[in-house]
């Protein structure tokens, strides 16, 4: 299996713009979930879906965050509009089952100036 | 929320010396996960720990489940350049319907 992918790996973007991050999740996972790291907060849970259903997004910074999983197979990150405060690595990780290792992605490095 | 106390937050030791470090919560977990996260990438599983007490290696790396529960711990033996990175434990409760918790990480520098 290639394991979690996440695209793109880097993004740089100018303040007010649209960001979209994107994941594809292990094969046969039922669970999804999205996290921003950075050095002050650490890992940070923003959202997980349970077979493309969200269900808990008390992670979520601001309304400027949405998530979306349409099929089994893909989930976006949505940052609209974005602001340097959001610079951040992006990480999407899977797992088959909530009680179950988390698989990650390389994560995306966003900056926004 | 539920947090974890990941100790020590950075070491740095020479090639060939032993690293210890742990993790604490204040309530009672029924999963321990220990992680690597190397510069640029997302963090990778090491070992992961299901039952109180459990002991388990992955080579030069051990990890133990705590038998109270709220703690583990990771060792890592002759230590060498490439263990440099962030080492974070994970947990999940005895709830069983949340998802994994995240220490704040260590951060293992080895000096050749």
């Known amino acids: 299996d290639a394991g979690v992918i996440q695209s793109p790996r880097h993004e740089v973007t100018e303040m007010g713009q649209e960001v979209t991050l994107r994941c594809k999740p292990i094969?046969?996972?039922?669970?999804l979930f999205w996290y921003r790291q950075t050095m002050m907060r650490g890992l940070e849970l923003l959202i997980y879906?349970?077979?493309?259903?969200?269900?808990?997004d008390s992670g979520m910074p601001e309304d400027r965050f949405s998530a979306k999983m349409p099929n089994a197979s893909f989930s976006t990150l949505k940052i609209q509009p974005s602001e340097p405060r959001d610079s951040a690595v992006y990480f999407c990780?899977?797992?088959?089952?909530?009680?179950?290792?988390?698989?990650f992605g390389p994560g995306t490095r966003l900056t926004v100036t | 929320g539920q947090q974890l106390n990941q100790s020590p937050q950075s070491m740095f030791i020479q090639e060939g010396e032993d690293v210890s470090m742990n993790c604490t919560s204040s309530?009672?977990?029924?999963?321990w996960l220990w992680y690597k996260q190397e510069p640029g990438e997302g963090p990778v599983l090491l070992i992961a720990?299901?039952?109180?007490?459990e002991l388990t290696s992955n080579g030069r790396l051990t990890a133990q489940f705590g038998i109270t529960r709220k703690d583990s711990f990771l060792n890592i033996s002759a230590s060498i350049p490439s263990d440099v990175g962030i080492y974070f434990c994970?947990?999940?409760?005895?709830?069983?319907?949340?998802?994994?918790?995240f220490g704040k990480g260590t951060r293992l520098s080895v000096i050749a």
């Open positions: 309530s009672i977990f029924n999963t």
């Open positions: 720990l299901y039952k109180a007490g």
């Open positions: 094969s046969g996972h039922d669970y």
């Open positions: 990780a899977s797992s088959s089952g909530l009680v179950s290792e988390q698989y």
């Open positions: 994970a947990g999940q409760s005895n709830s069983g319907n949340t998802p994994l918790v």
């Open positions: 879906f349970n077979n493309n259903v969200p269900i808990d």
